[in-house]
């Protein structure tokens, strides 16, 4: 049988404990229930603990008289100040010390599930494993075809599909332990069995299906998680990334503490192309903040663009044939492509205009967008030139785009913007002269 | 919901798994309901039993008559012309040799009146879910706040979800009308999300009463960031999941009649969201020989 097999696996893994021979020899029989000898009911042999196991505690001695119908209090009484994995896997041993049948079971497991994120222990598998030793062994094996057709021990059954679905809701791989005991608890077709089956079909097929993967962990500091964001949203790999200004703590005139916060750009050398070649009469934006989710955190980021360029003054610049001597750039041919050939979907390409650099701030506010701006001004000078619109609205973050555009920087007030939920925003002018000055 | 239904896999849990999410409710140790005896639909806890004929559920009405005269005519008429140009209104050369269709665009106030949006404030939670045209008119936007905090009503133990889901097409006189992607074999969407793991969900014509709630499903990254995103998704990717749950027999996605396409998001984040689409369409690739992803195991295999 099978299950021998990953008994054995187990044992070459780790069995260094302190255990008889005789047991030894015991495990070497093909199959367990056939043994004569005392049988591991309530003590898995896969759970051996390699060190001796002390005496735990009798916390409740007192109280044993008055049985604890409701088992979170046994969670709140035996760890009152720090919810730690020690002092969760201490009171799963007081359970199991407590009685030998293990009364209540079901509803311990489903208390201890409950408690798990307090803990901290909700990712750990050994955890899962050891709330998983609490069930008493080979009771719940259905002994012929009749009791695995009707569901034998259903609630046990269901405690156990309940644990392992709870593995699930947080990504937790089981491993040879977890089988080894639902084996031993509810044989080779109980349902607990059949789910763990599913997952070790499912979810390695699932790991790697994301082609943006974030890493389970990610940088504290924010400079490195403004970078890791950056880098990720660029879409380009030869986008540099430059740290403008680190977070520090300066001291004011009048003594008050002022916190500067960090700001993280990004360029890449396409987009400081296509920022030389644009029109100064043509205003750029800084807009933001767009929001980006990392798993669990979200981050903010603002970006320089400008209006897409109208059909009138758009230049098509022939391809230089120097640029590339392998093969031409442009060909001349009259062929025509057929219907089973058209490899483009037919809809319009929405052109929303160049987006020409990204920034990631702790808080953006106009005066920390404006440092950043004359912090980019240094690899595109063409920015001293250029009107410069804030639009910093905290409403949803769409990428605005103005219906009617006017030129001359005097007139941006009266841009029409598209409707937004609660639009609060300022758009200020920035004239040429006064960035000059603050360069200065 | 039966044991053997809950020991299935959950098909949101998997789009966090390899992101580092829930969907609808699991009933708290309920073992056998009557759900599942008689495959009913989704009744809120609480809510009484509607105990009325299903000839009593409609209501009849003169204008609501003649609108529907008017429409399903114009429809009929529609059909019986276009079949003089060619199937499905096109020319034959053309329906034969398309490798590319753009199923949805957004362009218009009228393309949004094709979807349907929804949250979990049908189950009684608290997300919120609006679509609106993006800028220009030009693209959907579909936004809004997830939370997860579960109803309470005793049985649901997980919440916080919102899909936005096509309607079904119909055809004359409210018969309906399926897509034909056999000549396809990828989606293409152009998105721009905000980094979020969403799943799509195709569901198709099918034959029993109990296979109604059958979608295939497959997850959609975005990326997050300026950029509009192109994602290639093959049809054999999809797999078959029924209320939630992976299931065991599983087999690719049959193209020949297809009803409507989903977005659903529900990782257990809270907070805003937001999801912008451009197209959504199909495409042969050529390159692309794999029939399904995969494979069928025996049905009580050895441990």
Not at chain 1, 216 to 226: G, I, K, N, R
Not at chain 2, 122 to 146: D, F, H, M, P
Request: some cysteine; glycine content about 6%.
């Amino acid at each position: 049988m099978k299950c021998a097999r990953c008994l054995f696996q187990l044992q070459n893994l780790r069995w260094f404990g302190p255990c008889s021979a005789v047991a030894r020899v015991r495990l070497l029989q093909p199959c367990p229930l056939q043994m004569q000898e005392l049988r591991h009911f309530h003590h898995s042999r896969a759970v051996l603990k390699i060190r001796p196991t002390a005496p735990v505690e009798f916390i409740e001695d007192k109280e044993k008289n008055k049985k604890p119908i409701v088992q979170d209090d046994l969670f709140e009484r035996v760890a009152k100040k720090n919810k730690t994995k020690a002092t969760f896997n201490r009171v799963v041993d007081v359970f199991t010390k407590q009685d030998v049948r293990r009364r209540g079971h079901v509803e311990f497991i489903y208390a201890a599930l409950k408690k798990m994120p307090e803990f901290g222990v909700e990712k750990d598998v050994t955890v899962y494993n050891k709330l998983l030793d609490v069930f008493p062994k080979e009771v719940f094996i259905p002994r012929n075809f009749i009791q695995t057709m009707f569901n034998h021990y259903p609630r046990q059954q269901e405690c156990g599909v309940q644990l392992l679905e709870q593995m699930e809701n947080y990504g937790v791989m089981p491993n040879v332990e977890t089988k080894v005991l639902l084996l031993q608890i509810f044989g080779p077709k109980g349902h607990p069995m059949r789910k763990y089956q599913r997952l070790m079909y499912w979810f390695p097929k699932f790991k790697h299906v994301n082609p943006y993967p974030v890493p389970l962990q990610l940088p504290e500091d924010p400079v490195d998680l403004a970078k890791f964001s950056l880098n990720r949203i660029a879409d380009d790999l030869d986008a540099k990334i430059t740290v403008y200004q680190m977070p520090c703590t300066d001291l004011n005139e009048s003594g008050q503490e002022i916190t500067f916060p960090h700001i993280v750009g990004i360029q890449s050398p396409s987009q400081i192309d296509l920022l030389a070649k644009h029109n100064p009469k043509r205003p750029v934006f800084v807009e933001g903040p767009f929001p980006l989710w990392l798993k669990k955190i979200c981050v903010y980021y603002y970006i320089l663009r400008a209006d897409p360029i109208p059909p009138e003054e758009k230049v098509e610049e022939p391809y230089d044939p120097e640029r590339c001597f392998d093969y031409p750039l442009q060909l001349d041919l009259d062929l025509d492509r057929d219907l089973g050939d058209e490899e483009n979907f037919d809809v319009e390409d929405l052109d929303e205009g160049p987006v020409f650099a990204m920034c990631m701030t702790n808080h953006g506010d106009q005066a920390t967008l404006n440092q950043w701006i004359s912090g980019l001004q240094e690899t595109n000078p063409i920015l001293g030139h250029i009107p410069t619109l804030f639009r910093l609205d905290s409403g949803t973050r769409e990428l605005q785009v103005s219906v009617d555009f006017k030129p001359g920087p005097n007139q941006e007030h009266q841009e029409s913007k598209p409707e937004t939920e609660e639009r609060t925003a300022e758009e200020v002018e920035e004239q040429p002269q006064i960035r000059h000055s603050m360069k200065q | 919901m039966s044991l053997a239904q809950i020991s299935r896999l959950s098909v949101t849990q998997l789009v966090l798994r390899s992101q580092s999410h829930h969907l609808l409710s699991s009933v708290y140790p309920l073992i056998i309901s009557k759900r599942t005896v008689i495959q009913e639909p989704y009744r809120r806890p609480g809510q009484p039993k509607e105990n009325k004929f299903p000839w009593e559920k409609i209501n009849f009405d003169l204008s609501k008559g003649l609108k529907g005269i008017k429409k399903n005519f114009a429809l009929l008429k529609k059909e019986f012309v276009e079949r003089w140009v060619g199937p499905e209104g096109k020319p034959i050369i053309e329906h034969m040799l398309e490798q590319n269709r753009v199923v949805w665009e957004f362009r218009g106030a009228e393309s949004l009146e094709e979807w349907t949006v929804s949250s979990d404030r049908e189950i009684g939670g608290q997300s919120e879910a609006y679509v609106k045209l993006g800028r220009n008119n030009n693209t959907c936007l579909l936004y809004g706040t997830l939370r997860s905090t579960p109803p309470r009503d005793g049985e649901t133990r997980y919440s916080g979800y919102c899909t936005m889901r096509s309607k079904q097409q119909l055809a004359s006189f409210d018969r309906k009308k399926h897509f034909d992607w056999t000549s396809f074999n990828t989606l293409h969407l152009r998105v721009r999300g905000d980094g979020r793991p969403w799943m799509i969900n195709i569901s198709c014509e099918t034959f029993f009463a109990h296979q109604k709630d059958d979608i295939y499903n497959y997850f959609l990254y975005t990326r997050g960031g300026p950029y509009w995103q192109d994602v290639k998704l093959p049809f054999s990717k999809f797999f078959l999941t029924h209320r939630g749950r992976i299931q065991d027999d599983q087999h690719c996605l049959w193209l020949d009649k297809v009803n409507t396409i989903g977005f659903t998001l529900g990782d257990k984040v809270d907070g805003p969201f937001q999801l912008e689409i451009d197209f959504i369409g199909v495409c042969k690739d050529y390159a692309h020989t794999e029939e399904f992803a995969y494979e069928v195991y025996k049905r009580n295999p050895e441990v």
